[in-house]
């Protein structure tokens, strides 16, 4: 009988603890039915019981004065949620309704402008957690609304991000598609920005969900998804404590990682979606022009014929002074070199009428519109498709950057005011200031002394060093920024101590270390046999690779381009490039630097994270044609930087025949010697190589007693296939006085079987380098053994 009782009183004991679960494991702060907060009061909070996070009223316009929104902020003052996007002034009041069961944020005049629909769900109970949820609650345990389902503008760790979800900001919005892609809309139509899932995904998803690990890094969930996919990583992933990471859509356009320390207020953008902020569609407004001011991107008017639609604001966009339809004259094609209207789906897709999509070349692009009614501006791209685009009146938005081939054309009333373009004429107005200002110095010394010609001299010599100082210093600024400086060979001749510095000596010439005025120590490439270059040819592609950013990209700081020097001036990496890291040299020192079989393998993850980047991600780069050990860098930490990318582009005969040359033998694809066209298989052939090289620590083309006088590749795949995996890995891994090293065999045999995949000959057979990411994570399943 008592025995029973116990038993009983257990059972229901055990009941409730399941039942209080989750609140158990996370504690948190409970409001009561008819609390209220008032925004004349905005000391007045509900904290989360370790007060990391707290609810209450925060001013737009800082210190303290209205309007006010109702927010949820982390400590030191970010917000990551509000109820609402309405303001409210300092009348307001934020209430957990007494009765009705929902909140409700009021307004001055007694309006409700903002609540949480909970009206007759039988809330009875509403609480804040330390992650920053605030939660209304049935019967005390069951949730039935939660600010982490209804997200603003932020996504914070621990909070899902389903299919349902969206997140704001303006006509921004970022979603999570039942695919498993994730995009950037603007207006709800336009998608700007998109990723998706490899391929093997995708079709099988249930219930995809989205979130930010507290670590960094952003990933989307599936029950079909072993573990998570990746998405990005913030570049300070696995680091740091006591801060907080969030993903927020910001009023640009642009979606950002940012850290923030606790107790801090202030924000480190840690990761970005669109890395040129002027691709972000509608940025600029309607009929906008970004443009870059060297550091910030900017919004002009396509020329004179235009006005901004807000003197105050020019991202609101532009508009004609004079209507196309009221013209007195005639209608004429304004020309925008170097310009290009962004055209992304379903804009670039023959949607509607008049909007099309045209195989035609640059000067019908340009007069069939003009005599087409229904036609407002053209762009041709220039970019090898043979592509114009025909744009109907509507949302127009562009883009200006002096490495862009499009040419873009708008109907405006003749004549067309041909402008100077926006940034140059900005420096130019700067130049003639300073001019004058020297000018009139110079007359007023000169009257005063009567030694005219001598202090004219004195004065022109000491105000051009000043200058000079000054540009240098102007020059430093820029070194944060990404456009290239421009430096001169004098510069870099000083910097290099004259060439003395050799580090080494790429395909396309020898490499020094420099120092420059900032003390940054820099590698300066100088490149040989392009003398006859062309300047115009240099500056693009140097455009384009200052462009090109990715955490496993060598980043280009500047360049030379004076008479017949070209220079390219790069970030310096610390641990030299992986030759020197990687294969047996006798040299003791070097020896003891062996590298561990994980570095090993997040280098080749790198390695293949940087090439996909290049393949897939950058618009303006392709393939890069040259990749071999002594092509990738490492940095301190061990990071894979791919460096010599964009050098093919700059002359292709010259590459072939200096390869060939200088002997990259063994990474070179098959069909390179055959002179077939090159494509990005030919770079997956190159990466497969390196990464054979990589497990075992041997050149793929050595040749000795232990491979039976064959080619390590060939002896390797033989070994391999005979089950010897031990023979293939650098033996150096599994020494007795490495006993510290721990080598993942799971991921050894993936690597091996990866790159064997890669140096398939026929290239339709290898493997695309995005799937080789996902191969080499586990992610994908690799089809064992190669079709031959
Ligand atoms: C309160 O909101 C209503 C409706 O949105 C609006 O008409 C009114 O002007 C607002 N009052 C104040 C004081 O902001
Ligand atoms: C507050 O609680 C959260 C969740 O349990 C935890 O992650 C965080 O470290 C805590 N912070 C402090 C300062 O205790
Ligand atoms: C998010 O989803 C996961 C798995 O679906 C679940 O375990 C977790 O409790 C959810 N978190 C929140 C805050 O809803
Ligand atoms: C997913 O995104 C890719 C581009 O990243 C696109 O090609 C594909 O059509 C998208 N799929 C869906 C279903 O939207
Ligand atoms: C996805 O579905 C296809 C068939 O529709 C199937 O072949 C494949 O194995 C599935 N993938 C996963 C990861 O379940
Ligand atoms: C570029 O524009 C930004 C924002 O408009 C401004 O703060 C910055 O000073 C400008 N830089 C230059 C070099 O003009
Ligand atoms: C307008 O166009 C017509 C026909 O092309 C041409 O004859 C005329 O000279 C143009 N007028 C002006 C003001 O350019």
């Given at each position: 009988m008592t025995l029973q009782i116990q038993s009983l009183l257990l059972l229901q004991l055990l009941s409730i603890v399941i039942l209080f679960l989750p609140t158990i494991l996370l504690a948190v702060t409970t409001i009561s039915p008819g609390s209220t907060l008032y925004a004349s009061n905005t000391s007045q909070i509900w904290s989360s019981p370790n007060n990391t996070f707290s609810f209450g009223f925060i001013p737009l316009n800082p210190p303290n004065s209205p309007p006010f929104l109702a927010a949820i902020v982390y400590s030191g003052g970010i917000p990551i949620w509000s109820a609402g996007t309405t303001p409210v002034d300092s009348a307001g009041y934020f209430q957990f309704h007494p009765t009705a069961g929902d909140l409700r944020l009021v307004n001055g005049s007694g309006h409700t402008v903002w609540n949480s629909s909970t009206v007759g769900l039988g809330v009875s109970s509403a609480s804040l957690d330390d992650h920053g949820n605030l939660v209304l609650m049935r019967n005390g345990a069951f949730p039935v609304w939660s600010s982490f389902d209804h997200p603003t503008d932020t996504i914070v760790p621990w909070q899902n991000f389903s299919t349902r979800n969206s997140l704001r900001n303006g006509l921004f919005s970022f979603g999570l598609l039942e695919y498993g892609n994730i995009t950037l809309k603007w207006d709800d139509t336009t998608v700007y920005w998109s990723r998706r899932l490899g391929s093997s995904h995708g079709e099988n998803l249930t219930s995809p969900s989205l979130g930010l690990l507290s670590n960094g890094t952003l990933s989307v969930f599936d029950r079909s998804i072993p573990g998570m996919a990746i998405i990005a990583y913030s570049n300070d992933h696995d680091e740091g404590s006591d801060m907080l990471r969030f993903l927020r859509l910001d009023n640009d356009g642009n979606l950002r990682i940012y850290s923030t320390a606790r107790g801090s207020g202030t924000l480190t953008v840690r990761w970005v979606a669109v890395e040129d902020q002027c691709r972000v569609f509608g940025y600029c407004g309607d009929m906008g022009i970004c443009s870059y001011n060297g550091t910030n991107p900017i919004c002009t008017c396509p020329s004179e014929n235009f006005e901004q639609v807000d003197p105050k604001d020019s991202r609101k966009g532009c508009q004609r002074k004079l209507k196309t339809e009221d013209c007195p004259g005639n209608l004429t094609m304004l020309v925008m070199e170097h310009t290009l209207f962004l055209t992304y789906p379903p804009q670039s897709i023959f949607a509607v009428e008049g909007s099309q999509v045209f195989f035609v070349g640059i000067s019908a692009c340009n007069s069939n519109c003009l005599v087409n009614p229904i036609c407002d501006a053209s762009t041709i791209l220039s970019d090898g498709t043979g592509m114009c685009y025909y744009k109907i009146p509507g949302f127009i938005t562009g883009y200006y950057n002096p490495a862009l081939p499009s040419t873009s054309y708008v109907k405006v009333c003749s004549p067309a005011v041909q402008n100077p373009l926006p940034y140059v004429q900005k420096v130019v107005r700067k130049g003639d200031g300073r001019m004058q200002a020297r000018a009139v110095s110079t007359v007023l010394l000169g009257s005063v002394l009567g030694w005219l010609a001598l202090v004219h001299t004195l004065w022109w010599w000491w105000s051009s060093t000043k200058v000079g100082r000054l540009s240098g210093k102007h020059a430093l600024l820029e070194y944060a920024s990404c456009a290239p400086i421009q430096f001169s060979y004098r510069e870099l001749q000083r910097s290099t101590k004259g060439f003395s510095d050799k580090l080494g000596s790429g395909g396309f010439g020898a490499v020094y270390r420099g120092t420059l005025a900032n003390r940054m120590v820099v590698a300066v490439k100088r490149l040989e046999e392009m003398e006859q270059q062309g300047e115009r040819q240099f500056r693009m592609q140097v455009a384009t690779i200052s462009s090109t950013h990715h955490l496993n990209l060598v980043r280009l700081i500047g360049f030379c381009c004076e008479g017949r020097h070209r220079l390219l001036v790069y970030e310096f990496m610390q641990n030299k490039s992986l030759d020197t890291c990687l294969f047996q040299t006798g040299d003791e020192k070097l020896e003891s630097k062996l590298l561990s079989w994980e570095s090993r393998f997040n280098i080749a993850l790198g390695i293949a994270r940087g090439i996909t980047y290049l393949h897939d991600?950058?618009?303006?780069?392709?393939?890069?044609c040259n990749i071999k050990p002594e092509n990738i860098l490492l940095d301190e930490n061990y990071t894979a930087k791919v460096s010599d990318f964009g050098l093919a582009k700059l002359d292709h005969h010259m590459h072939r025949t200096m390869t060939s040359v200088i002997g990259t033998r063994g990474y070179l694809a098959p069909e390179w010697l055959a002179n077939l066209p090159l494509t990005t298989k030919s770079d997956v052939y190159s990466f497969g190589m390196v990464l054979l090289e990589i497990v075992s620590g041997r050149r793929n083309f050595e040749v000795s007693a232990e491979t039976n006088w064959k080619r390590f590749s060939l002896w390797a795949y033989e070994e391999f296939e005979k089950g010897n995996v031990n023979g293939v890995l650098d033996g150096r891994l599994m020494g007795n006085h490495h006993h510290e090293m721990e080598v993942d065999m799971e991921e050894v045999v993936r690597a091996i079987q990866v790159s064997f995949l890669c140096i398939q000959e026929q290239p339709s057979r290898r493997p695309r380098i995005g799937k080789v990411v996902q191969m080499l994570q586990g992610i994908t399943r690799i089809d064992w053994p190669p079709v031959h």
């Open positions: 991600e950058c618009r303006d780069c392709t393939v890069h």
